[in-house]
């Protein structure tokens, strides 16, 4: 016979599919004398007596490794920065030595050059004691 919804249906599959193919279980929510009371057997994941797993116990001793490879790199990282912040230092202290060192000198150079006679003639002593300093600084780093 044909089906009146589908014309090419025979009889053979014109029994009565369930809705959605859902399956119905009989469970707590039906509260019946039939249901199972549900298992107590379990208290916090494990059974009384025994210790935890092998996995979990890898799994907590992985995350234990892992926070305290987490714990030595952030310390190496601080280590490492306490290390570059006196290394800048130290370089920012020679660098002003330095500079305080070339003013002083200049400066020490300057007074020199600039001594005058009572007529406004320049002091050869001075000058001559400067190019003295010079050729002895050489001598020492040549």
Do not use: C, W
């Not at 509260?31 to 092998?54: I, R, T, V």
Request: avoid cysteine; glycine fraction near 10%; proline fraction near 4%.
């Amino acid at each position: 016979m044909v089906n009146a919804k589908n014309p090419k249906a025979s009889n053979a599959g014109s029994q009565k599919k369930p809705n959605g193919n859902k399956i119905k279980h009989k469970g707590n929510s039906g509260g019946g004398a039939g249901a199972k009371p549900p298992f107590k057997g379990f208290k916090g994941g494990a059974l009384k007596g025994h210790g935890k797993g092998s996995f979990v116990k890898s799994k907590e001793d992985l995350k234990k490794q892992r926070a305290e490879q987490f714990r030595q790199r952030q310390e190496a990282r601080a280590q490492k920065q306490k290390e570059l912040e006196e290394q800048r230092a130290k370089a920012k202290a020679e660098k002003e030595e330095k500079v305080k060192q070339y003013k002083k000198k200049r400066l020490e150079r300057t007074k020199a050059l600039s001594k005058r006679t009572q007529r406004g003639q320049p002091l050869m002593k001075d000058r001559m004691q400067l190019l003295l300093k010079q050729i002895q600084e050489m001598k020492k780093n040549g």
